[in-house]
């Protein structure tokens, strides 16, 4: 059976490849794929924050990071620089989704400059947070 962590990375990853999707198609000039893209990549994106929050709150225990030596250092700036970008991601995405909404493409571009490349990196951090945690450094 798959775990819950499993589901919740596998999300993350496919919200990065969504995401990558729809950079490639806006550049394109593509801008209803790029829309279809970017708004299935904020639905697995909501799905595993959901996920996220409801495991959370039901289980309350902690999986520590195993890795020792020059490891730790390395998977503590990464954690940190995910978790807080983690946060402030979510309201970016939800004012560069609504700017687009609103057809205001202009103030869209502006601030999705930031939303996209900042979102793409709290994805792809959160898969290599889980492999670090629950696959190569997995705790015994």
Not at 12 to 34: E, M, P, Q, T, W
Not at 58 to 67: A, C, D, M, P, Y
Not at 86 to 115: M, N, Q, S, Y
Request: glycine share 6%.
């Amino acid at each position: 059976m798959i775990s819950n962590a499993a589901v919740n990375a596998c999300l993350n990853g496919l919200s990065g490849i969504l995401l990558a999707c729809g950079y490639a198609a806006i550049r394109a000039g593509k801008k209803d794929v790029h829309k279809a893209f970017m708004l299935s990549a904020f639905g697995a994106s909501t799905i595993f924050l959901i996920s996220y929050v409801i495991y959370h709150l039901r289980e309350h225990k902690l999986v520590f990071f195993q890795g020792q030596g020059w490891i730790r250092p390395v998977y503590f700036t990464l954690l940190t620089s995910h978790t807080i970008l983690a946060v402030v991601i979510v309201p970016l995405i939800l004012v560069t989704l609504r700017r687009a909404w609103l057809e205001r493409f202009d103030k869209h571009r502006l601030i999705a400059r930031w939303t996209l490349p900042l979102w793409f990196y709290v994805s792809v951090t959160g898969v290599i947070i889980y492999f670090m945690v629950y696959q190569i450094y997995a705790p015994r």
